[in-house]
């Protein structure tokens, strides 16, 4: 496979061959690098390479140049490799233009001149954006594919699988794939479809996640049945406890029923995340937290479901859903929320067939010129329709309440107002679902006046609110009434513990009503539903850890 390119421009000759030789000495050999003396050379490069079917990972380029200044080229530079990170190279006075690039041409990333040493300036910050590119990036390879049918709900389930554990794959209409000698052998008479061929040629028909996960290498049974730290659920507080127990020398197993990344990692775009003011993907956020726990020796087990939870002595029991049992010295619950359900006919039988809970951000690409609906007004709903307005023709988001101010962060607002193909359609609601083997149209309700319309649909996506993956626990913890794990402070009604608490000291802030049990992030009761506090709980929570572990 040929290397990617990356591509400098620059009109100043002795910087271009400065900044030329730098990438060189760092990445000739995994990239090939390219340089060009103005925009308009850039631009013919851009095109050769892309009618040769090439890849542009990179592309730095100086902002005071004659004739196309750097954000003008990297304008037009997005439109011809929209997937290449854009880097601005900018004199302290061009910051404010660099700045305002983040929003206009999605600049990732602007440097400031000189860059000496480049060790210390320069390497850093592409390194980090090269590897976020090659996450994203689809080589030709012969690799996982999946074939299938676009509307089959167990596609839909296991792109979503193989998407949110960062295994790349291919989709492939069976249409396609009858045509193609090299999957249609695949194809024999009785094949259950969707139908997964793996890099090693096999394949599979309709596996289970269970069975994916083992094809693919994923650990799913812990190598001990005992542990320091045990943490289920893999969302931001789960990760940031991970992270920072395993650093701080606990042993530490992190248990998953889906993917790490829980629902951030299906936020298609996060902004407002402190030192990343290009944004970033749930999706880069959860790899880059996967491999930081890898990195400090946590162990992580996914798909694997936690069923139960009791406490034995000194140790803490989680009962997996494979029957397995692993003991820890302390727990931390962080199980998240799932999407709660629109209670509507045909709602269940449509689900992965033209209806989807969530981002559902695999499906992304099949939006290509379709009309889509998307239910909800808080910030998950606002970052997946300026997702799917990429590839939509238009998105129509549906609205219980007056808009969206009172539910959605102004950023969101703001970028939604200049988004032309995006409609809020305020005081509405789905009532009613149709279709066959896939969603063919929906029955909206206007809440004022009761007046209904059905109107032709092949793409749902709902975020109506969530609730918490506490069922499991009911009868072990005290809870709150809406399912929320109570904890510390909660757990007093008047300045007495309203639980049966077997110590003489008060439980810690974070601690459930058992010792030793601990809850963070989204699941706990009265947290604030941010990816950020999440982050921040998840890693004040090893503290409490220690302390406990200590006998305090």
Known sequence: MAKPFILTVDDDVAVLRGIERDLRGKYASTYRILRAESGKAALDLLNQIKDRNDDIALILADQRMPEMDGVQFLTQAREIHPDSRRVLLTAYADTTAAIAAINEVRLHHYLMKPWDPPEQNLYPVLDDLLTDWHAEYNP????????????????????????????????????????????????????????VVFADQTSNDCPDSETLAEKLGLRTKASTQFYDLVIVGGGPAGLAAAVYGASEGLKTLLIDRDAPGGQAALSSRIENYLGFPAGLSGGDLSRRAVAQAHKFGCEILAPQEATSLRSEGDFRVITLSNGSEVSGSAILLATGLSWRRLNIPNMDRLTGAGVYYGAATTEAPSCENEEVFVVGGANSAGQAAMHFSRYARSVKMLVRGDGLSATMSQYLIA??????????????????????????????????????????????????????????????????????????????????????????????????????VFAAGDTRSGSVKRVASGVGEGSVVVQFVHQFLAGL
């Open 140 to 195: 030709p390879y012969r690799g996982i594919r999946v074939i299938g049918q676009r509307w089959n709900p167990e596609a839909h389930r296991i792109k979503d699988f193989l998407g949110r554990h960062h295994m790349p794959f291919r989709w492939v209409d069976v249409v396609e794939a009858t045509k193609d000698p090299s999957l249609s052998q695949y194809l024999k008479p009785g094949a259950k479809l969707p139908l």
């Open 415 to 516: 970028q939604i107002d200049a988004t032309p193909n995006i409609e809020v359609i305020s005081h509405t609601e789905v009532v009613g679902v149709e279709g066959n083997a896939q969603l063919e149209q929906v029955t909206l309700a206007n809440r004022q006046s009761g007046e209904q319309t059905t109107v032709p649909a092949r793409m749902l996506f709902i975020f109506i609110g969530a609730q918490p993956r506490t069922e499991w626990l009911k009868g072990s913890l005290c809870l709150d009434e809406h399912g929320f794990i109570r904890t510390g402070p909660q757990l007093k009604k008047d300045g007495k513990l309203t639980t049966n608490w077997p110590l003489t000291r008060d439980p810690l802030l974070l601690e459930t009503s058992i010792p030793g």
